[in-house]
């Protein structure tokens, strides 16, 4: 279980925020950017899993600007009442509350950010237009299309449903097409929201995949450990070159067997021999023949 505590924005601003911490030493922190929905149970579930992969995880509330405590469930209802509160947020104000909960978790070590559906927007411009964090990874963040062409300043992960009612494929294009050098860009087939277990679009598969990928990246960027996962990818290849070894041995077998045909020419000599010493028998029996035939003649 975390905790919750208070934020000073640059502004002033008092604002709540949950925090889950790992146990043992961090491998570095999280800003977990929340939803339209408020930091709700799901978003809570959220940063105990990255406190479990090891990383301080910090969601600041920011609908408490409008009215503290707002948490909202999945229902039409809530969505649309999620729509106006996000509408009633300027990014920019979240952005400054964004900014003290990467202050307050920076003593793990390298920070990072990563934001779902609203929050998966304030990600990537968190990433554009703040200073301070390591890597970013956006979820599909709606209206990414119109801020695609801006510069991060530390590399970025997305992931996007090809189902997405809410973001149409030619906004993901954009940011494939913005030609960004550290910025990943995946796809699934899924609809939005598809890494909320508590939403009707959940998509295992697709949500499990994008997790894994977003823990590699952060890995990478944020606990810095990149270096052994190429030797991981390198071991299988000798293996494969010592399968093909002994493909050659029966070769070397097919060869021995050939031997025999040499000792077959040897058992034709006898033949040879055999044939001859009857012929020379049968001349030896002619010549007596003749010899009668003398005899009559001095007769």
């Not at 209206?143 to 997405?164: L, S, Y």
């Amino acid at each position: 279980m975390g905790e919750t505590i208070i934020l000073r924005a640059a502004d002033g601003f008092g604002t709540t925020a949950y925090v889950a911490r790992p146990r043992g030493k961090a491998k570095g922190a999280l800003v977990v950017i929340q939803e339209i929905f408020g930091v709700n149970r799901h978003m809570r579930g959220v940063a105990d899993g990255f406190a479990r992969d090891g990383y301080v995880a910090i969601v600041p509330s920011l609908f408490d600007r409008i009215r503290p405590g707002i948490q909202l469930g999945y229902a039409d209802a809530d969505i649309q009442r999620g729509i106006g509160l996000k509408q009633a947020s300027p990014t920019e104000a979240a952005l400054l509350d964004i900014a003290a909960a990467r202050d307050a978790v920076k003593a793990a070590g390298k920070v990072g950010v990563v934001g779902y559906c609203w929050g998966g927007f304030l990600a990537w411009v968190a990433c554009t237009r703040l200073k301070g964090f390591a890597a970013g990874v956006s979820y599909y963040g709606g209206g990414i299309g119109g801020v695609a062409g801006e510069k991060p300043g530390c590399p970025v992960q997305f992931h996007f449903g090809e189902k997405d009612h809410a973001i149409p494929m030619t906004d993901v294009a954009k940011v494939r097409d913005a030609g960004h050098r550290r910025v990943e860009v995946h796809a699934y087939p899924a609809g939005h929201g598809f890494n909320c277990d508590e939403r009707g679009s959940f998509d295992a598969a697709s949500a499990r995949q994008a997790r894994a990928r977003a823990i590699a990246f952060f890995a990478a960027h944020v606990a810095g450990e990149a270096a052994p996962a190429p030797k991981a990818k390198a071991a299988p290849k000798p293996k494969e070159k010592a399968k093909a070894r002994p493909k050659a041995r029966p070769k070397a077998k097919a060869k021995a067997k050939a031997r025999p045909k040499a000792k077959t020419k040897a058992a034709a000599r006898p033949k040879a021999k055999i044939k001859a010493k009857p012929a020379a028998k049968a001349k030896s029996r002619l010549k007596p023949k003749a010899r009668p035939k003398s005899r009559s003649r001095r007769r």
